[in-house]
Every structure is written in structure tokens, then in C-alpha cells.
């Protein structure tokens, strides 16, 4: 059954079925910085049209500072768990309790998470629908805690019905929509970017972005890195003649990157407008995924050194819009390219904004998905 009876125009410029007079409570748990770009627009959006709201968070540096930045309230419940197995079990587990009773007294009609593990278990627990988001089957742990229990699963069209199956959830309830998640926030960033990239800098030094990895993930937890040895490498060969600078995930991380390499690049200690930052520099390397996605979407020159491979990376390096470094050796002489070849990074501005431009906004897809009803007591 469908509750919209009309149309009305978003902030956002596209049209969306008007919901009627019946008010929705709606929980989104909202994690990650990444997570807080992707819901901010539908949740203001949701609120906007009367319906109750309530987002929820964990004590995580990153997503707690950026949602101030972007005007979001969270409501804090329990702590990241670090980067350990027993600190994370006991962490969730902790925060499933405190979440139970909080997401009882508020009772909504749906859940919305980002392959929250807490977030599934909780709303599966009490009965509640459950709109789950995902763009990483490669995190694997995640996956498995989260997929079977979701109602319904949304994802870009780059990853293969397949990779969720046999995670856990029947075809029939996923939803692929023709985005990577980033164009949920940087289709509204198109019309300026081309105005203030610096790619037409007059300045004489460069400026190199490096993203690090998430290394308290689980899915890198228990891998060998390889990501010192490539930075190490970007500094000692760059450092002289360009800006470079690091962007840290975590407080150890910004403390081991100071010892490393506070002598030679600006490393960057506090939460800041990831967007904002990209439109000021001339190359980009991630670590990571959001970020580099990002980048690269914005026309940014960028080299992924991430140290897994995934379907989003996937569809960037085949569409030309990201190069992978995955030794020391060859990372040098890919940067200088893209640092010194303004006939390439002109064309990386126009191919970027091609591909962003055929993406829909997933921010539609949240909106549609959050506010329908469907077959929800069914996994």
C-alpha cells in the first residue's frame, strides 16, 4: 500500500509523492560521517512534511562532530567499539540494551540504518520494518549481522544482486538504485565546483589530500597494511615542493601520523567539511571509500591505495575516473601525471560530471522506501 496521494517540490528540486494526513515515526541510526551525508536530506525533508524524526548515534569522533557541522541531531547511544573482536562484541551488545529501551518508548513505524548491527537487531527484536542501506558486501561481518534481518535492501546498481543473496536476503527486496551513495550529497554541489576547483590554480605549489584507511573496521582489522609504506612514499617524494596533507580517521591515528610524519606534511586534527577540503586541492589518494568515491565524482585527479577491493572502486577505475597504486613504486610517477597533465585533469572534470549527472539522487530512493508500506512482519 502506497501513502502518497499527491505531489509537492523538495528542497532538493525533485518531485515527490505527498504523503497524507497520517504522520510516520521514523528512526534512522546514523553512525558514520558518511552515514550523516547520506541521511541529512531526507531526514530534514521527512521533518518538513510533519512526520516524527528521531536519529540516533554512537560516541564516534568523526560522525558526532560532522553532524553538528550539518545542523543534525543525534541522540547518543553507546560507543564505537574500537578495533578489537572483544571490544566491539561487548560494545554492541551494550549499546543493543540501551537502544531497546530507547527505540521501545519511541515505537516507529520503520527503522532506517546503514547496516547498523545494533539498528537490525533492534528493530528485528521488536517487530519494527526495517529500511537497511548498504554499498560494502566486502565488509563481510556487517553484512552477515545485518542483511537477512532488513525488510527491504538498498544499494548502488554496481553490486551484483548475488554478492547480497547469499548474504542472507531474498532478490525480491533489494533495490538498486543508478547511483553511487555520494551523488546523495554532491548533486546539489554541481552547479559550483567547477568554479572553485583548483584546477585552474595559479599557485605554483600543488596541494595532495590523503584520506587513511579505516583501520578499526572489521573487515581491515586483520589485515597486513600496506598503506604506510605508499604514504611514506607520496611524502618523501612530494613533500618539498607540495602541500600535503593528511586526513586522519581516529585520535591514535592523528597521533601516529604526527610522529610519522609531522615534519613533512600538515596533518589535519580536526572534523572538517570533507567537500569543502576536496575543492581546495589538486590530487586526491584515499585509503578508503567514501572519500575517494567523493574525488573522484567531483572531478578531483584520484588514486585509490586502499587496501581491499570493492565494487564501488570497481566502476571508478573502470570508468576512468580513479587509478589504483598498489606499490610504492609506481604511486610517484601515477601522482606526477595527475599533478602535472592539465589536459588530463580537464578532462577528469568533464568525464566526472558526466557520470554525476547520469546518477539519480538516492535521497529520492530513502524518501520513497522510508514512507511505503510493505509486507513487513515477512523476512
Not at 42 to 54: C, I, N, Q, S, T
Not at 118 to 143: M, T, Y
Not at 295 to 301: E, Q, S
Request: net charge positive.
Amino acid at each position: 500500500m502506497n501513502l502518497f496521494t499527491g505531489l509537492f517540490p523538495s528542497s532538493k528540486g525533485f518531485s515527490l509523492a505527498q504523503v497524507n494526513l497520517q504522520r510516520l515515526r521514523i528512526w534512522f541510526d546514523i553512525l558514520t560521517p558518511k552515514q550523516v551525508m547520506f541521511f541529512k536530506d531526507a531526514v530534514k525533508v521527512l521533518r518538513d512534511k510533519g512526520h516524527e524524526v528521531l536519529c540516533t548515534s554512537r560516541d564516534y569522533r568523526e560522525a558526532v562532530e560532522l553532524a553538528k557541522m550539518k545542523g543534525l541531531d543525534l541522540k547518543l547511544v553507546g560507543r564505537h567499539g574500537g578495533s578489537e573482536r572483544y571490544s566491539k562484541l561487548v560494545a554492541s551488545a551494550e549499546r543493543i540494551e540501551a537502544l531497546a529501551g530507547t527505540i521501545n518508548e519511541f515505537a516507529p513505524d520503520t527503522a532506517v540504518t546503514f547496516s547498523s548491527p545494533e539498528g537490525a537487531r533492534v528493530a528485528f527484536g521488536l517487530g519494527i520494518r526495517h529500511i537497511g542501506f548498504n554499498d560494502s558486501p566486502h565488509a563481510e561481518a556487517v553484512a552477515r549481522l545485518t542483511i537477512p534481518l532488513m525488510n527491504k535492501l538498498l544499494c548502488p546498481w554496481v553490486i551484483p544482486y548475488a554478492s547480497w543473496v547469499n548474504l542472507g536476503i531474498s532478490k525480491k527486496n533489494i533495490i538498486r538504485y543508478h547511483a553511487l551513495d555520494p551523488a546523495a550529497w554532491l548533486k546539489d554541489s554541481e552547479a559550483d565546483f567547477s568554479a572553485t576547483a583548483k584546477g585552474e590554480s595559479s599557485e605554483k605549489k600543488r596541494t595532495i589530500l590523503i584520506r587513511l584507511e579505516e583501520t578499526k573496521a572489521s573487515y581491515i582489522a586483520d589485515k597486513k597494511l600496506g598503506s604506510t609504506d605508499l604514504v611514506g612514499t607520496v611524502i618523501n617524494e612530494f613533500a618539498r615542493h607540495t602541500n600535503v596533507s593528511i586526513l586522519c580517521r581516529y585520535n591514535d591515528q592523528i597521533e601516529d601520523a604526527k610522529q610519522r610524519y609531522g615534519g613533512k606534511a600538515k596533518i589535519i586534527e580536526n572534523v572538517i567539511d570533507g567537500i569543502a577540503l576536496l575543492k581546495s586541492i589538486d590530487l586526491f589518494i584515499g585509503a578508503g571509500g567514501t572519500m575517494t568515491a567523493e574525488a573522484a565524482l567531483l572531478g578531483i585527479p584520484t588514486i585509490s591505495i586502499a587496501p581491499v577491493r570493492y565494487y564501488v572502486e570497481e566502476y571508478l577505475v573502470q570508468s576512468g575516473l580513479v587509478a589504483r597504486a598498489r606499490k610504492a613504486s609506481v604511486l610517484p610517477k601515477l601522482a606526477n601525471k595527475m599533478l602535472s597533465d592539465d589536459k588530463f585533469r580537464k578532462m577528469q572534470k568533464k568525464r566526472a560530471a558526466r557520470v554525476l549527472a547520469s546518477m539519480e539522487d538516492p535521497t529520492k530512493k530513502i524518501l520513497e522506501a522510508t514512507t511505503q508500506k510493505d509486507d513487513h512482519h515477512k523476512l
